[in-house]
């Protein structure tokens, strides 16, 4: 039986796979090939056969280095604890974050992605961490996710002006790769107190890496969706439920009506405890 080869993708589906892979953006103007270059490598080594030996160069001074944390993991921790508990406002909080240095996200991104929407607001959205829209931008939820979660939050009765959005990790990781235990680590302390200086009646944390990571629970997002639980800031206990992220409900779009459904009960929530855009 012969084996039929698969058909080369087209432009498209190469798009679509580079930027999968956390290719986005392009260093030249056009592609080079780098087969049809001329060989320029035969006239140098001819010059080296009869050239005395050089000494060895040293890299020059001005080189750049690669940034990086020169913070230890467990300092870092300790350090973003201290730090996010003596921020006694949000814009403080935002301050600390602009100048924190223990976590290398902070070298990568383009800018810190603090939050977004109303800060006096009765509930609160949790993702993961920015992409590259949101690393442009400055705000969460801003690309083809961040429309889908405000037609989310339109369909009961909300907008950015009556709710407060933001992540565990305020920095885009390169590539949109995932965050690693230690930078959600240094990470969480800031969006815990985030969470406490906000506030809010309702707390809904979206997707699995958020839920598992503010709700202190290892169930998938299949088992935790839907269900209320109890986040306590240490000076108050508010309710919190978990539903999918819009970026999952792009790549699953079956599932939408499970997070319509969990919408429908927060609405319902928000409504026994008062008007909800209040």
Same mark, same amino acid.
């Given at each position: 039986?012969?084996? *039929?080869?698969?058909?080369?993708?087209?432009?498209?589906?190469?798009?679509?796979?580079?930027?999968?892979?956390?290719?986005?953006?392009?260093?030249?103007?056009?592609?080079?090939?780098?087969?049809?270059?001329?060989?320029?490598?035969?006239?140098?080594?001819?010059?080296?056969?009869?050239?005395?030996?050089?000494?060895?160069?040293?890299?020059?001074?001005?080189?750049?280095?690669?940034?990086?944390?020169? *913070?230890?993991?467990?300092?870092?921790?300790?350090?973003?604890?201290?730090?996010?508990?003596?921020?006694?406002?949000?814009?403080?909080?935002?301050?600390?974050?602009?100048?924190?240095?223990?976590?290398?996200?902070?070298?990568?991104?383009?800018?810190?992605?603090?939050?977004?929407?109303?800060?006096?607001?009765?509930?609160?959205?949790?993702?993961?961490?920015?992409?590259?829209?949101?690393?442009?931008?400055?705000?969460?939820?801003?690309?083809?996710?961040? %429309?889908?979660? !405000?037609?989310?939050?339109?369909? &009961?009765?909300? !907008?950015?002006? %009556?709710?407060?959005?933001?992540?565990?990790?305020?920095?885009?990781?390169?590539?949109?790769?995932?965050?690693?235990?230690?930078?959600?680590?240094?990470?969480?302390?800031?969006?815990?107190?985030? *969470?406490?200086?906000?506030?809010?009646?309702?707390?809904?944390?979206?997707?699995?890496? /958020?839920?598992?990571?503010?709700? /202190?629970?290892?169930?998938? &997002?299949?088992?935790?969706?839907?269900?209320?639980?109890?986040?306590?800031?240490?000076?108050?206990?508010?309710?919190?439920?978990?539903?999918?992220?819009?970026?999952?409900?792009?790549?699953?779009?079956?599932? %939408?009506?499970?997070?319509?459904?969990?919408?429908?009960?927060?609405? %319902?929530?928000?409504?026994? /405890?008062?008007?909800? /855009?209040?």
């Amino acid at each position: 039986m012969d084996l *039929i080869p698969e058909p080369a993708p087209n432009v498209r589906q190469l798009l679509a796979f580079y930027l999968e892979a956390g290719v986005d953006c392009a260093l030249t103007e056009g592609p080079v090939d780098r087969l049809t270059e001329p060989d320029t490598a035969a006239a140098p080594i001819a010059v080296r056969e009869t050239a005395p030996p050089r000494p060895v160069r040293e890299m020059p001074a001005a080189m750049p280095a690669v940034p990086r944390s020169e *913070i230890a993991p467990e300092a870092a921790i300790a350090l973003a604890r201290e730090a996010a508990r003596t921020a006694p406002t949000l814009e403080a909080l935002r301050t600390l974050l602009e100048s924190f240095e223990g976590c290398a996200l902070r070298n990568t991104a383009t800018r810190l992605v603090f939050a977004d929407g109303n800060p006096q607001a009765r509930i609160m959205f949790v993702g993961e961490a920015p992409g590259r829209d949101e690393d442009i931008e400055g705000l969460p939820f801003v690309g083809r996710s961040g %429309k889908l979660l !405000d037609r989310m939050i339109a369909a &009961i009765g909300l !907008d950015r002006s %009556k709710a407060y959005i933001a992540n565990v990790i305020p920095w885009r990781p390169p590539g949109n790769r995932t965050p690693t235990p230690q930078e959600t680590q240094i990470c969480l302390p800031f969006i815990q107190r985030q *969470i406490e200086l906000v506030n809010p009646d309702i707390l809904v944390t979206l997707g699995n890496p /958020s839920t598992q990571t503010l709700l /202190s629970t290892r169930d998938g &997002i299949m088992k935790t969706r839907g269900r209320w639980f109890d986040y306590d800031t240490g000076t108050r206990t508010i309710r919190a439920m978990a539903t999918f992220h819009p970026a999952y409900l792009l790549r699953s779009p079956s599932y %939408k009506r499970m997070s319509w459904q969990d919408l429908r009960t927060i609405a %319902k929530a928000l409504e026994q /405890s008062g008007s909800p /855009s209040s």
